[in-house]
C-alpha cells in the first residue's frame, strides 16, 4: 500500500501550487484523507482533511480561504489547491489516509501515510 504525493515545487510568494496523492495498493474510499504539513525544526502539522464521500471539508486556520482539499474516489485521488501562498507555508506536505471515514485534524488517527512533497514559498 502506497500513497504518492506529488506537486510540489518552488513558488513565489502569492502564488499557488496543487498537490496531488494517488493511492496505489487498495482503495481509500472508505477512508477519510488528510494533508499535513511539516517545516524545518518544527512538529509535523495538520492542514486539511476530507470526509471519505468529500461531504464535509476541514481546515486548518492558518490555510482557510487559501487552501482546497478535494478528492476523486473515482480517481482513488486526493488534491488540495493551494492559492495565495505565504513563506510561512513552506514544508513538507504529506497526505494520509484516515482510520475512519470522517475527516480529522488528528495525527493519531491516520494510518498511512505517503512520502511527502517539498513546497517553498520564495518571499
Known amino acids: 500500500v502506497q500513497l504518492q504525493a506529488s506537486g510540489g515545487g518552488l513558488v513565489q510568494a502569492g502564488g499557488s501550487l496543487r498537490l496531488s496523492c494517488t493511492a496505489s495498493?487498495?482503495?481509500?474510499?472508505?477512508?477519510?484523507m488528510g494533508w499535513f504539513r511539516q517545516a524545518p525544526g518544527k512538529e509535523r502539522e495538520f492542514v486539511a482533511a476530507?470526509?471519505?464521500?468529500?461531504?464535509?471539508?476541514y481546515y486548518a486556520d492558518s490555510v482557510k480561504g487559501r487552501f482546497t482539499i478535494s478528492r476523486d474516489n473515482a480517481k482513488n485521488t486526493v488534491s488540495l489547491q493551494m492559492n495565495s501562498l505565504k513563506p510561512e507555508d513552506t514544508a513538507v506536505y504529506y497526505c494520509?489516509?484516515?482510520?475512519?471515514?470522517?475527516?480529522?485534524?488528528?495525527?493519531?488517527?491516520?494510518?498511512?501515510w505517503g512520502q511527502g512533497t517539498l513546497v517553498t514559498v520564495s518571499s
Open positions: 494520509a489516509a484516515n482510520r475512519f471515514n470522517s475527516g480529522s485534524s488528528r495525527t493519531s488517527n491516520y494510518n498511512y
Open positions: 495498493g487498495r482503495t481509500f474510499t472508505n477512508n477519510g
Open positions: 476530507i470526509s471519505w464521500n468529500g461531504g464535509s471539508t
